[in-house]
């Protein structure tokens, strides 16, 4: 078994923030940390320093919180969200150990009218650029410039939920260096996670129990994503309760990281406070940068392939 790298939740546009940022949820993942427990400290600190960088540049307000617990400060552009990070990152002193993720939910911000992205869609369209009217072959290009100048090592539905073309054509230009996550392309449905390994769509799959529907089904999913060398991130709600099941069977199934919101309300900190339990009874090593190989990890929680929990426990 291995410990999860933590993915936290830090900023909030799209329908998840009162600003005009397009994307929905931007990520601190600490990949440099030695343990779990350190990981949360990193990202506890680096959170808390961006909440204090926040306050200086665009007020008091915007550091009021969301639902997973992240700010939506008064930005426009996803760039200005990396810059932020980036910035938080170096003050709190983790270069290096803290990398970037996304979840642009880019369903969104399609237009099926024009067939075109709108990153300005949640402006008047008397203010709406039309730089920022892209097709899905700009789009592809516009994320592979931000991923060389950013530490972004996370992507989760970088293009429209039925856009597999799309997803794959980011895919096979970013793969090697990040993770591009299926959620709204997937739904946790092994039917159409397969479509998307038949089209090499992406190189990994969001898993919500609650989404499919039934344990089983969700780890029929998760197990068809191991088979290939995909990974698995599993994954919170926006809406969500004090039930502490997601740590469970994240660390269960050995996918190597998680996303449960930021280090802030009760209901995302559960999540966290059960896993810092599971560290320190079974002493699991931390997947760090080695996050994205679900399923794929020795039984010390090294690389290995030793088969995934879920298939040792079908034959055991």
């Known amino acids: 078994m291995v410990m999860p790298v933590p993915c936290f939740n830090c900023i909030n546009g799209g329908v998840h923030g009162g600003n005009y940022l397009p994307f929905q949820e931007f990520f601190l993942i600490p990949i440099g940390a030695p343990n779990f427990k350190e990981a949360m400290r990193y ?3 680096t959170y808390h320093t961006m909440k204090g960088i926040i306050k200086e540049k665009y007020g008091l307000d915007s550091t009021a919180v969301g639902d997973e617990g992240g700010f ?3 930005i426009e552009s996803p760039e200005d969200a990396l810059k932020l990070l980036v910035e938080a990152i170096d003050k709190a002193g983790y270069n290096g150990k803290i990398v970037i993720g996304s979840d642009p939910a880019a369903s969104e911000t399609f237009d099926k009218k024009l067939g075109k992205y709108n990153l300005d869609f949640k402006k008047p369209a008397a203010e709406q650029d039309p730089k920022n009217l892209k097709t899905g072959p700009q789009l592809v ?7 060389k100048r950013y530490p972004v090592y996370l992507l989760e539905d970088p293009c429209d939920e039925n856009d597999f073309d799309s997803h794959a054509a980011l895919t096979a230009k970013l793969g090697d260096k990040v993770e591009i996550v299926g959620d709204d392309l997937y739904c946790t449905n092994p039917k159409i996670v397969q479509k998307g390994i038949d089209k090499k769509a992406t190189n990994a799959m969001l898993l919500k129990v609650n989404q499919i ?3 089983s089904e969700s780890i029929a999913a998760y197990q068809l994503c191991v088979d290939h060398g995909w990974g698995v991130f599993c994954s919170h709600r926006s809406g969500e309760t004090e039930d502490t099941f997601l740590a469970d069977l994240t660390v269960a199934l050995g996918t190597g990281h998680l996303k449960t919101g930021a280090p802030c309300r009760s209901e995302r900190n559960c999540k966290y406070n059960q896993l810092l339990r599971i560290e320190e009874e079974l002493k699991c090593a931390y997947a760090g940068k ?6 794929r990890f020795g039984p010390s929680g090294s690389n290995g392939s030793n088969g995934s929990p879920a298939k040792k426990a079908r034959t055991a």
Do not use: Q, T
């Open 43 to 45: 990202g506890s600190e």
């Open 290 to 295: 080695d996050f994205r190989k679900s399923g």
């Open 141 to 147: 290009d516009w994320w592979v410039d931000l991923a």
């Open 213 to 215: 529907g039934s344990i």
């Open 72 to 74: 939506a400060p008064k």
